[in-house]
């Protein structure tokens, strides 16, 4: 039975695709850059399946963890607030620069650089998923990814949207924020792959 149980949730993990489409412009500046400034923006996104504002999320989730035990709801906000830059940024970046190393590219993504380019990371909607042990469901984090000039950003030479980035890892994962910090790091890859493919032909 558990063998059966495991090859469902083996077969389901791959039925969560990542959707990343070129909106407009193309990866030629890329080419002979060393490095890339790249930025975060978390201000303005919307949550599960209504679309909800962060705001109402993290307002519904505290009250269902207060519900449960007094105080846990602002111990959680603390970690949810806290993961921007504990988890999901540094996913991003770690794996991004990974995968251009492993496809021998000599490009790098760093935040706060002084470089002629930079990456925008617009988060514009995530889904946590959840972990119940034996069945689960991937989170799905949905992105913006616009390169522009570091000095007039108004000048957009790439943009990509992520749609419905797939987080999860092999095991259980019980952390809403470590599950999302998946996605992010799913989009960094699926990125990273598409410049090693189309900046240096």
Request: charged residues 25%.
């Amino acid at each position: 039975m558990r063998k059966i149980v495991f090859a469902l949730l083996f077969v389901s993990g791959f039925t969560f695709a990542q959707d990343m489409n070129v909106v407009n412009g193309n990866f030629d500046f890329l080419k002979n850059q060393k490095e890339v400034n790249v930025e975060f923006d978390y201000s303005n996104f919307t949550m599960m399946k209504e679309n909800k504002p962060e705001a109402q999320y993290i307002q519904e989730h505290k009250a269902d963890l207060d519900k449960k035990a007094k105080g846990n709801g602002n111990i959680w906000e603390k970690k949810w607030i806290a993961a921007r830059e504990q988890i999901w940024t540094p996913k991003f970046l770690e794996i991004a620069n990974i995968v251009l190393t492993k496809e021998h590219k000599d490009l790098n993504f760093q935040e706060r650089l002084n470089t002629p380019y930079t990456l925008i990371v617009k988060t514009v909607w995530i889904y946590p998923g959840w972990d119940a042990g034996i069945m689960k469901q991937p989170a799905k984090v949905t992105t913006n990814l616009k390169f522009v000039e570091t000095a007039n950003k108004s000048n957009v030479l790439l943009e990509i949207t992520s749609e419905e980035a797939p987080g999860d890892q092999w095991g259980n994962n019980f952390s809403n924020e470590s599950r999302i910090g998946e996605g992010y790091a799913k989009t960094a890859k699926s990125l990273s792959k598409l410049i090693a493919k189309k900046a240096y032909k």
